[in-house]
């Protein structure tokens, strides 16, 4: 008799081994993003560089 766990293991180490193969299916782990979500990183973006801009000002403007 096999056990149950060795006929599951023996599946996974061949779907594992089939997963490398050049010709494997290739699935998209990410989330899509919203939107919103989208918006709100362009705001925070935008924002951050604001302020480093004032808290460091570029070379040209300290030592021209």
Request: net charge positive; charged share 25%; proline share 8%.
């Amino acid at each position: 008799m096999i056990p149950i766990a060795l006929l599951v293991s023996l599946e996974a180490v061949r779907t594992e081994v089939l997963s490398a193969m050049p010709d494997a299916p290739v699935v998209d782990d990410r989330r899509a993003e919203s939107a919103t979500m989208n918006k709100v990183r362009g705001f925070t973006a935008r924002t951050l560089r604001r302020a480093a801009d004032r808290v460091e000002p570029t070379p040209a403007l300290t030592y021209g």
